[in-house]
């Protein structure tokens, strides 16, 4: 595709937009082509300002003013770059322009959502025009959901992939906290309720991939409760598996939160309880939204401290394999590394890739490029045990 940029960052000025742009203008290639994106360019010129204070070139790095209520400067956005990251959410309420654009100017797209009603809604509405297109449209490349998708696909490919598999994800985090545009997506995703139950589909195939019933219990081996994480992970995991014979020909996976003691899983519980009660009515919903509104972020202390782990277990057989994907601070500092690095191996990569195309999960549409990519930006993928 003979386009100016590269890259371009969509929703720069967010508190995640940021992180993504020092991210590139750290690690991303000298001769990569990239600008900024979003509706006010005097915050871009801002950012643009902090950026030169990395690389002093970037001071004339383009800007390009686009708005996700004005559907003609996304699609004239979209023709420009080769691919467009964007961090504009909640991505139910701002995305579809977004996916659209693409769609209709042949552009690859990458995201952080974790909002699953969003994700079946662009499997329903998008995936057969980007099959057709050749574009590769894929969700969820922050901590929602690539940790765990590529975690579980680095899992499967230690083992025997002719014989059933049993796996089961442990998510532990520490340090950190959340942005307002984290916490107004979590109310969004809240506020639908049912809706958002089981909502992303998996690929149709004659294999047996399904999800496992969902308990309470403690963990003797890690020495922790194990608790039912009803995030957009695990569906994101099973569309992976249904989409590639290399998770067996039976695989079933469960998600948990590792919590050490059950006062934490019980004060925790009611403290969602609440909080979704009160998310289900507008004017509650608001007063909520206004405890952290959107630009809002972890201070520099929180994103240096913060840390993931996602432990695996497998069974096989009679083979039993631990394995782990960690790293720093979850939800911005890794977010913003992990969908700059999708973003670079679309452009980067593309001879290596899987020639798979329409609405992706991360593994599906990155392969083990995605792994070899996240393994040198510093995050571990390591077998604990395997007996």
Not at 67 to 80: H, I, M, P, Q, W
Not at 281 to 308: H, V, Y
Not at 368 to 374: A, C, F, G, S, T
Request: charged share 25%.
């Amino acid at each position: 595709m003979q386009r100016d940029y590269d890259i371009v960052v969509f929703g720069a000025t967010g508190f995640t937009g940021k992180l993504v742009a020092e991210y590139l203008a750290r690690s991303g290639p000298q001769t990569l082509k990239w600008a900024l994106a979003g509706r006010s360019v005097s915050k871009l010129e801002h950012v643009r300002k902090g950026l030169e204070a990395i690389r002093p070139e970037l001071g004339s790095l383009p800007i390009v003013q686009a708005s996700s209520e004005d559907a003609g400067s996304l699609v004239a956005l979209a023709r420009r770059t080769r691919v467009l990251l964007t961090t504009v959410g909640p991505y139910t309420l701002h995305g579809e322009p977004v996916l659209r654009a693409c769609t209709e100017a042949s552009t690859d797209y990458v995201d952080i959502t974790g909002e699953p009603q969003f994700v079946r809604n662009s499997i329903e509405t998008f995936d057969a025009i980007a099959r057709e297109k050749k574009v590769r449209i894929v969700h969820c490349c922050g901590f929602d959901s690539l940790p765990h998708d590529a975690g579980a696909y680095f899992t499967v490919k230690q083992l025997d992939q002719t014989k059933p598999i049993a796996l089961e994800g442990f998510v532990r985090t520490g340090g950190s906290t959340f942005s307002g545009g984290t916490w107004n997506s979590a109310l969004e995703i809240i506020s639908r309720g049912k809706k958002t139950a089981s909502a992303v589909p998996r690929v149709k195939t004659a294999r047996k991939v399904q999800g496992q019933k969902p308990r309470l219990f403690f963990d003797r081996e890690f020495r922790a409760w194990a608790c039912p994480l009803p995030t957009i992970d695990p569906q994101i995991v099973l569309r992976s598996a249904s989409a590639l014979d290399a998770y067996g020909p039976v695989f079933s996976y469960a998600h948990y939160a590792q919590i050490r003691f059950l006062a934490t899983v019980i004060g925790g519980a009611a403290g969602i309880g609440a909080i979704v009660a009160l998310a289900q009515l507008k004017p509650t919903r608001k007063l909520l939204a206004r405890m952290r509104p959107s630009g809002e972020g972890p201070t520099d202390k929180q994103l240096k401290n913060g840390w993931f782990q996602v432990t695996f277990r497998a069974r096989s057989g009679d083979r039993t394999m631990v394995t782990r994907v960690s790293g720093g601070e979850p939800g911005y500092a890794e977010t913003s590394k992990m969908i700059a690095e999708c973003a670079l191996s679309l452009v980067s990569d593309r001879e290596r890739l899987p020639a798979q195309y329409g609405v992706l999960t991360p593994v599906v549409a990155l392969g083990d490029v995605i792994v070899e990519r996240l393994k040198t930006a510093g995050m571990k993928f390591e077998v604990l045990r395997d007996s």
